[in-house]
Every structure is written in structure tokens, then in C-alpha cells.
């Protein structure tokens, strides 16, 4: 059965432009019905999943439209989500960083924090 764009937006907790953006990029391809109207079915409902989880793993849309159209191109694919791994281990990296920062403050004994030699020490590699 197809749904129209308000249901499958509806389905996904979507506003119905975000499908229209993700179709004038070329992310989604849904049928027409005579009158014109979108017509979705269970690929385009999984393709939005997969649009999705490239979202949750940090991918651009432009990114997962390369993905998705290219999907038999294996080196470009791998070549993609090599470069991507790589940003995404120097996210991680500052992120436990400042975890590691923020806990370090939250149990400093220093009466100031600006005086902490912890800090001044982060502060003095950054000069």
C-alpha cells in the first residue's frame, strides 16, 4: 500500500518538507499518482531509514546521497566513510577531552579554578 507524504512524514516524525528537500536532492524518488501527488511505499519508507542512520552517524546529506546513489561504487564508498571515520575519531578525541576537563573542574580542590595547575598547565600548551 502507498502512503502520501503527510502519513509517511507522519510515520518517521518528519515534517513533510524534509521529504520535499530530501527529493530535490536527489535522496528520495517516489512515485506519482495521476493528480501529481507523492506516492510512498516500504523502499522509499527503508530508504529513509537509511537516510537516517547516516544522519545519527554524523553524515551530511550530501554525503548520504553519494552513498545512496553510488551504492555499487565500492571505493568511493569505502574512500567515504574512511574520510569520515577519521573526523569522527578526532570528534571523539576532543569530546573525551573536554569530558575529561569538565571532570577534572567538578573535583578540583583549588579554590579557583583559573589557578588550578591542571588548567594552567592545558592553558600554558595552547600558548
Request: glycine share 6%; charged share 30%.
Amino acid at each position: 500500500m502507498k502512503s502520501s507524504i503527510g502519513d509517511l512524514a507522519a510515520r518517521f516524525g518528519l515534517p513533510t518538507h524534509v521529504l520535499r528537500h530530501w527529493e530535490q536532492m536527489g535522496l528520495l524518488t517516489p512515485e506519482r499518482s495521476t493528480a501529481g501527488h507523492r506516492l510512498y511505499g516500504e523502499a522509499d519508507a527503508a530508504r529513509i531509514v537509511l537516510i537516517q542512520l547516516a544522519k545519527e552517524a554524523g553524515l551530511s546529506l550530501e554525503q548520504a546521497r553519494r552513498l545512496l546513489t553510488d551504492a555499487r561504487d565500492r571505493q568511493s564508498r569505502r574512500d567515504l566513510y574512511a574520510a569520515h571515520a577519521e573526523t569522527l575519531r578526532r570528534r571523539i578525541a576532543a569530546a573525551e577531552a573536554a569530558l575529561a576537563l569538565v571532570e577534572h573542574a567538578a573535583e578540583c580542590d583549588a579554590d579557583d579554578f583559573t589557578t588550578c595547575p591542571h588548567l594552567a598547565a592545558k592553558v600554558a600548551g595552547r600558548l
